[in-house]
């Protein structure tokens, strides 16, 4: 009798050690599990960001190395990465300066074509000039909604973009040349240049730029050049359409040639000179400054499940001793979130 009671209160013994290890397994359980989501969070969005570091390099590179650096086309290398999957996360590329920039756009281009109509009811083209005398240039496209909608901008506007010196307007290059260089007589000096080209009608070119911007051509190229703005195989149609009809560019049937270009950069239109051949003028016509076949300012964007970036990749333009070889291309902007 007596080793029944101690073989019954070994069992109840055991049943109670039983007990409270599966209850304080099932306490740790719930205790650690956060800690291990957390830290498999972190693995993954360590493994993301190198992952992202290296689809940013493989833009790059498939940027640098297109067969036809003097235009970018739809059949690109680039392109090749766009919509794909690396390591969990999805590539998006995106032409990011195949727009007007609203820091440097002159008043022109809205008074004599239907871009006004873009402007948010109340707002015109002396507004934008005067709103930029009075707060300056902005990077940021939130300091422009008060005169676009928010569609409207992402469709037709960017600040990424290089300063053309032939189509800049006057003001603006002012406060461009005072934020680089620090000297408000240098910024004056070079807007009364860009005043003088607009007087006597004439235009700046590679060659030729670094006389114009003197002693501050190093301070401001590339920023300031003489390439054109937009490409005109990615350009939005209205655009390329108000553009082509700006009435002194003198282009013959405007409609005509805008079609044309529509119907022939599906297949990529793959120089300057291919371009003018089409719009019917000499490569000096001022629209080429404007429209040209190379785009100068790329957005990637990388989609990951615990990572996601946003990297801006730009084409350097050339100097007048450097007009050869393959395109440079850097990585000037990286957000992660």
């Not at 040639?257 to 022939?264: F, K, V």
């Amino acid at each position: 009798m007596k080793n029944h009671s101690s073989a019954g209160f070994a069992s109840l013994q055991f049943l109670y050690a039983l007990f409270l290890l599966s209850a304080l397994a099932g306490g740790l359980g719930y205790c650690l599990a956060p800690l291990i989501r957390a830290e498999e969070r972190a693995k993954g969005y360590n493994r993301e960001y190198a992952a992202a570091k290296i689809i940013q390099e493989k833009v790059r590179a498939a940027l640098a190395s297109d067969p036809s650096p003097g235009g970018n086309g739809p059949d690109d290398p680039v392109w090749t990465l766009n919509g794909t999957t690396e390591d969990g996360c999805t590539i998006t590329i995106n032409p990011v300066s195949d727009r007007l920039n609203p820091n440097f756009i002159r008043k022109n281009i809205f008074e004599k074509t239907a871009l006004s109509r873009l402007f948010r009811p109340g707002f015109t083209a002396d507004d934008l000039q005067q709103w930029r005398e009075d707060h300056g240039l902005s990077l940021s496209a939130a300091a422009y909604h008060r005169f676009f909608d928010d569609g409207v901008f992402e469709q037709y506007f960017s600040c990424y973009g290089w300063a053309n010196i032939n189509l800049i307007d006057e003001f603006a290059a002012r406060t461009l040349v005072s934020s680089l260089t620090g000297s408000e007589h240098a910024a004056e000096s070079i807007r009364q240049r860009i005043e003088t080209l607009l007087i006597n009608r004439t235009r700046a070119d590679r060659e030729s730029l670094a006389s114009i911007l003197g002693i501050h051509y190093g301070d401001l190229f590339p920023l300031i050049n003489t390439e054109p703005l937009m490409n005109v195989n990615f350009i939005d149609s209205l655009l390329l359409k108000e553009l082509i009809a700006y009435p002194d560019y003198k282009i013959s049937s405007p409609e005509t040639r805008w079609q044309e270009l529509i119907n022939l950069r599906t297949a990529g239109i793959p120089d300057r000179e291919k371009l003018s051949l089409i719009l019917g003028t000499g490569t000096d016509n001022p629209l080429l400054q404007y429209l040209g076949c190379i785009t100068w300012f790329w957005e990637v964007r990388i989609e990951g499940r615990e990572l996601s970036c946003r990297a801006v990749i730009c084409r350097l333009p050339r100097g007048a001793a450097d007009q050869n070889g393959p395109g440079e291309y850097i990585i000037i902007e990286e957000r992660y979130y």
